[in-house]
């Protein structure tokens, strides 16, 4: 017999431990036993860790997190039926966000395939939509090779999930093992462009030297390409104000003179009115989705437009630029720095005129941070974080506190992690998990809210059974914040089934029902000495923070409006001067500037 006889669960077993993986969130079940059985094995020899979650969601979302805080590819186990079902969110989540994720589930026997057998579920057909490849193994010998291959497609071009669907019997089954080792497949006809254009490059060269009013506009592309030096030389070299996007915060140092924050719905004033006035926009790794655009025929209306994404899909789907370029966007941005050095003329940078009126606009609408007699207003919360925690990884769970979070955090490249395109609630717990493990010596900060929490509570028993010190802050307005502000903006005030408030658990006391140290704060007075207690503990922690009930996110860019008709800003200290057009306060209209009223609803401008 051969000494390399092994079973199709050794082969998958072994395959994901040469690929680097040390880590695996998942759940077993009947289905994949098999392979339970030799991850059993392998964490006996060592070099390989299960974290066994409370469901298989918290699996998913795990193993994204660990993915974007590492730029690794993060592993999740379910079994068939339900347990591959109940991955489908975490899966759809890294695919919006394009995270690499290898998903195995465990499947029924082959000749069981199509019986409707116990337990059965064609996950292969329900997430396509949702992948960016996926296989089911029919043949145990093919086992190295589809994982070698399920990891070399995650991580190039767009990354993204792949999906690994091996039947029972398939993991059961022996043959003559032979590995596959990583960065060997080939895989015809996949070749993602990585390298730009030079003739697209130049001409992007030429449309930034000519700029007046230039606008960089990053998003998570960035990140995944690890582009930020190329952004901020790019910025610094031209005088270029930079804004991002939700997932591509921290791409730019936004302490710099320069970064404008986040734009789009609940972005800074300053960089919605920005990307309304530029007259060119380098959009790098970003999508133009709708949060972002508002009224997209008004998004950016007055600028060319350079867009540069490795995805072709994306350059132009939704706004027809200028100049496109196709290529990984950290070797696009260098070519395109190469060529800048090359044609310097020593023209003086045309930029200040714009740079004032932008700082302007920061001085007349600043991110507000409320202070109230008797409550606690939300933001506070996130500016103390902040302050005692500044370089903490942080996660976030969806809704208003969110874009709080997003507001005010200021933190670097892969510290932000969020749920942005599919806006999973129940993401930041699970995926705080999956950073602290990829990362036990960094701090890692989840901050979500009482209704988000809720979705994944159950994973305070992974965080006590694995001792990982993850710390939760919860934002505890007793509603679901975003959903009540809508309702009250847009719906008559009308607040169907928004209010968590019956029926809210005691945190502190089912933090302790887990063995996990549960603290809450009730009013500004305590919350410095709460954060810093939290923080020192030696374990996790679930910090109950209750604030105001009824705080609105602002600004906020109403549906159908474009990004320049915000409501809920700052009153004008001054009116601008610099533009022949101002903005309506309460309603968003366009205004005269020398009108003292806003002729549509009154508001005194």
Known sequence: MSNNRQTGAYALIDSLMRHGVKHIFGYPGGAILPIYDELYRAEARGGIQHILVRHEQGASHAADGYARATGQVGVCFATSGPGATNLVT???????????????????????????????????????????????????????????????????????????????????????????????VKLPGYRPTVKGNPRQINAAVHLIREAQRPLLYVGGGAISAGAHPEIQQLAQSFQIPVTTTLMGKGSFDENHPLALGMLGMHGTAYANFAVSECDLLIAVGARFDDRVTGKLDEFASRAKVIHIDIDPAEVGKNRAPEVPIVGDVRNVLIDLLRRCQETDTGAPIQTQAWLERINRWREDYPLIVPQYPDSLAPQEVIVELT??????????????????????????????????????????????????????????????????????????????????????????????????????????????????????????LLAQAFGIKGMVVRSRDELKDAIAEMLAHNGPVLLDVQVKKDENCYPMVAPGKSNAQMIGLPELHKLEKATELIYCSGCGAKNIASNKFCPDCGTKI
């Open 90 to 184: 975490g899966i759809a989540t890294a695919h919006m966000d394009s995270i690499p994720m290898v998903v195995v589930t465990g499947q029924v026997a082959l000749a069981s395939i199509g019986t409707d057998a116990f337990q059965e579920t064609d996950i292969y057909g329900i997430t396509l939509p949702i992948v960016k490849h996926s296989y089911v193994v029919r043949d145990q010998k093919d086992m190295a090779r589809i994982v070698a291959e399920a990891f070399h497609i995650a991580t190039t071009g767009r990354p993204g999930p792949v999906l690994i669907d091996v039947p029972k019997d398939v993991a059961l089954g022996q043959f003559d093992y032979y590995p596959v080792e990583p960065n060997s």
């Open 387 to 508: 302050r005692q925690a500044p370089d903490a990884y942080y996660t976030t769970d969806v809704g208003q506190h969110q874009m709080w979070s997003a507001q005010f955090l200021k933190n670097g490249p892969r510290k932000w992690i969020s749920s942005a395109g599919l806006g999973t609630m129940g993401f930041g717990m699970p995926a705080a998990m999956g950073v602290k493990v990829a990362l036990p010596n960094d701090e890692v900060i989840c901050i979500s809210g009482d209704a988000s929490f809720q979705m994944n509570l159950q994973e305070l028993g992974t965080l006590a059974q694995h001792h990982i010190n993850v710390k939760t802050v919860i934002i505890n307005n007793g509603w679901q914040g975003m959903v009540r502000q809508w309702q009250e903006a847009f719906y008559g005030e009308r607040y169907s089934s928004s209010n968590m408030q019956v029926g809210m658990p005691d945190f502190v």
